[in-house]
């Protein structure tokens, strides 16, 4: 059984840096084809995709966001992290992180989603 | 960048067929796949690779896509399938991404 779940601060001021943990239990970032990705959503809009990590610790961002954004993954802890820099209000959304499944490089989606954190950028 | 682009809102009445558009500059050559959200819970993967469904997902809800449009088709409409329903494609353009559609809020009547 895939689960995934988001982890970190719910509330972060302008122009920190904000770290989120996805920590996930029934698959390995290790076997080929797997994914983890990052999707966010602001209140009452929609889903907008952030970052991806492949098994092969090859990485994807979201082009209006790939300044801002780092990705990483450690295999041992069954983690992926995702780092947002110079965080604004309208950063403001729930964030999710998804299981990406063992499928080719040009052909992702999400099958299994966690239950999201959702993030308030305020002073 | 790639565009998708779906209705904001789909009506029907319970036991009728509903369907709801994606559009995109050539869909019919990429693989999409469609997202179930209910209020206050994270998206349900209900079709993938234009067609399938994940083990669970009633055979009510079926998928196509061809041309400049997908469709997602749910037959004989439930309340229970009051939500909003994204698609995704992976655009695979010199700056490769995952891109949504802007969603489709679905009202059982």
Known sequence: QITLKESGPTLVKPTQTLTLTCTFSGFSLSTSGVGVG??????????????????????????????????????????????????????????????NPRSPKGVTYFDYWGQGTLVTVSS | SYVLTQPPS??????????????????GSKSVHWYQQKPGQAPVLVIYYDSDRPSGIPE??????????????????????????????????????????????????
């Open chain 2, 60 to 109: 009510r809800f079926s998928g196509s896509n061809s041309g400049n449009t997908a469709t997602l088709t749910i037959s004989r409409v439930e309340a229970g399938d009051e939500a909003d329903y994204y698609c995704q494609v992976w655009d695979s353009s010199s700056d490769p991404r995952v891109v949504f559609g802007g969603g489709t809020k679905l009202t059982v009547l």
């Open chain 2, 10 to 27: 789909v009506s029907v009445a319970p036991g009728k067929t509903a369907r709801i558009t994606c559009g995109g500059n050539n869909i």
């Open chain 1, 38 to 99: 990052w999707i966010r959503q602001p209140p009452g809009k929609a889903l907008e995709w952030l970052a991806l990590i492949y098994w092969d610790d090859d990485k994807r961002y979201s082009p209006s966001l790939k300044s801002r954004l780092t990705i990483t993954k450690d295999t041992s802890k069954n983690q992926v992290v995702l780092t947002m820099t110079n965080m604004d209000p309208v950063d403001t959304a729930t964030y999710y992180c998804a299981h």
